[in-house]
């Protein structure tokens, strides 16, 4: 019997409702998936669903958030998204 390792057919991932200290992201589902993962800097989070909220950012800083796929039988491939974070009126 073939197993296959979940892989993510686009590249595409999206980032919206952006402000100075948070971003949301989300990506395409995979069949076969178990979960996700994103990373950026030294932090990492598994999330079991395809969009996820990420707070605690710096305002107006560069982040690239990498989202790998895992699935039963193995960790599938990367995708890329990246955000700027909005301004704080406080800088």
């Known amino acids: 019997m073939w197993f296959s390792v979940p892989r ?3 590249g595409t991932c ?9 971003v949301r992201l989300s ?14 800097g030294s932090r990492s ?3 079991y669903g395809t969009s996820a909220s990420v707070s605690g950012l710096t305002p107006a ?6 989202v790998t796929v895992y699935g039963s039988y ?5 995708i890329v998204c990246s955000a700027t974070t909005g301004k704080s009126l406080f800088l």
């Open 14 to 22: 999206s980032v919206s409702n952006v402000t100075p200290y948070s």
């Open 27 to 40: 990506w395409p589902a995979v069949t076969g998936a178990y979960r996700y993962r994103y990373r950026y």
């Open 61 to 66: 800083t560069h982040y690239y958030f990498h």
């Open 74 to 78: 193995g960790t599938g491939n990367t």
């Open 8 to 10: 993510f057919s686009t």
């Open 45 to 47: 989070v598994y999330v």
